[in-house]
């Protein structure tokens, strides 16, 4: 009776306990709004959340950083090398998946960095950074959708009459004494014409089909890449900071100084590469339309936008010109590859001069092999970031390795 009755006052003493035990809910430790209610039953957790509560301060919110593992332990090295092989795996099959969408985020990044000199500019002279790169931002859409304003209607009007004369250009072909004649009877392009017309007519159609998607697709990947550089312009400041975070504090203030000269120079070099490739587009439109070369608008957005491809691109340009003029005249055609060599000339030792200046500092020879580098690795993309690539390697070569082997 006496054990009954002192184990019926054990029980009556713990409830008592518990119902005036603190709320749990609000004991330091605890989430106020994760797995709630706490209580004692918990254990040896309950034990760790009452040490956690005291282990918090306002410097340290969420406690103290516990000492490292030991990473020398056979357990340890084996795990470290299984996950490291595992990580390894999986992100090469993550870039091989995603690698059409990882060249865009490259091409937005890289863009958005040879835009940066001119948020900065504006940002050293007093304005927001939010509203230098709206400005930035509107103006790279105003110039872009003027352009499109611009070149769609007279581009439309000259497809238009391209195909008006699509039956006399077959006429001259035909002609051996004309000019275009003879040259299409030494490429067989009427041949070749013939066959694209009687072949299967399955083929054509899946062929225009095939060439309207990949425009699409084209219009597409170009819009996602306007977007994102917008995107990195903005907030280009944080993914500078999280970037230098990752280097251990020791190197820090080296990389700092390193990495951003490398940003300065892959900035000053698009902006000088999009102001050389406008001065030959403006160039070349004035040229034919002096000497009333067709399709004179067509072919000076084309020569533009080769003329930013380095060391090919405007030679390739050149080439497409002169051809073209070719049904004007031959002396039209041989005056239009002669402007060409002198403008190359004036563009070598002239305007990239002046305008990158020291910019990107890059030998003849590490340019040429980078840039044919680069267009077998990522096509035209490869070649357009090819010589900052260059510029970088050879910028941290000199500053970081070569001293290094040097006092070894």
């Known amino acids: 009776m006496t054990a009954t009755t002192g184990g019926r006052d054990d029980t009556e003493e713990r409830a008592a306990e518990r119902d005036h035990a603190p709320d749990r809910s609000t004991a330091p430790g605890h989430h106020p709004r994760v797995a709630l209610p706490h209580s004692e039953a918990e254990g040896p957790i309950a034990e760790a959340e009452r ?7 306002d ?3 969420l406690g103290e950083p516990g000492r490292p593992l030991n990473r020398r332990s056979p357990f340890m090295i084996g795990l470290i090398g299984s996950a490291g092989v595992a990580v390894t795996a999986g992100l090469v099959l993550i870039v091989v998946n995603s690698w059409s969408a990882l060249l865009l985020i490259g091409v937005a990044l890289f863009l958005a960095i040879g835009l940066e000199p001119a948020v900065s500019a504006l940002v050293r002279r007093g304005v927001r950074r939010s509203l230098a790169v709206t400005g930035v931002a509107i103006l790279l859409v105003v110039v872009v959708a003027g352009f499109l304003a611009a070149a769609i209607v ?8 391209l195909f008006a004369r699509a039956p006399a250009i077959l006429q001259d072909l035909q002609n051996r004494n004309s000019v275009l004649g003879g040259l ?15 072949g299967n007519g399955s083929t054509l159609v899946n062929g225009v089909l095939g060439a309207g998607v990949a425009l699409f697709g084209a219009l597409a990947d170009s819009v996602v890449v306007l977007v994102l550089t917008v995107y990195f312009l903005a907030s280009l400041p944080s993914i500078r900071v999280l970037a230098y975070r990752l280097v251990p504090h020791s190197r820090r203030p080296r990389v700092i100084l390193i990495g951003d000269e490398v940003l300065a120079k892959v900035g000053a070099y698009v902006l000088g590469n999009l102001l050389i490739s406008a001065v030959i587009g403006v160039a070349t439109f004035i040229w034919l339309e002096i000497f009333h070369v067709p399709y004179a608008l067509a072919l000076s957005v084309l020569v533009a936008l080769l003329d930013l491809v380095p060391v090919v691109g405007s030679t390739i340009a050149g080439i497409i010109v002169a051809l073209v003029a070719l049904s004007v005249s031959w002396p039209v055609a041989l005056a239009t590859v002669a402007f060409y060599v002198v403008y190359r000339f004036l563009e070598d030792y002239l305007l990239v001069p002046k305008v990158m200046g ?7 020879t590490v340019t040429v092999v980078s ?4 267009g077998v690795l990522l096509g035209v993309v490869g070649a357009l970031v090819a010589i900052p690539v260059a510029a970088a390697v050879t910028m941290v070569l000199r500053e970081a390795v070569f001293p290094r082997l040097d006092r070894a």
Do not use: C, F, K, W
């Open 154 to 161: 007279p581009l439309a009007a000259q497809a238009g009459a």
């Open 51 to 57: 040490t956690a509560g005291h282990a918090t301060d």
């Open 184 to 198: 299409g009877a030494r490429l067989q392009i009427q041949q070749r014409i013939e066959q694209l017309v009687s």
């Open 59 to 61: 410097d340290h919110p």
């Open 371 to 374: 840039v044919l580098i680069g």
């Open 358 to 364: 020291r910019a990107v500092n890059v030998p003849d």
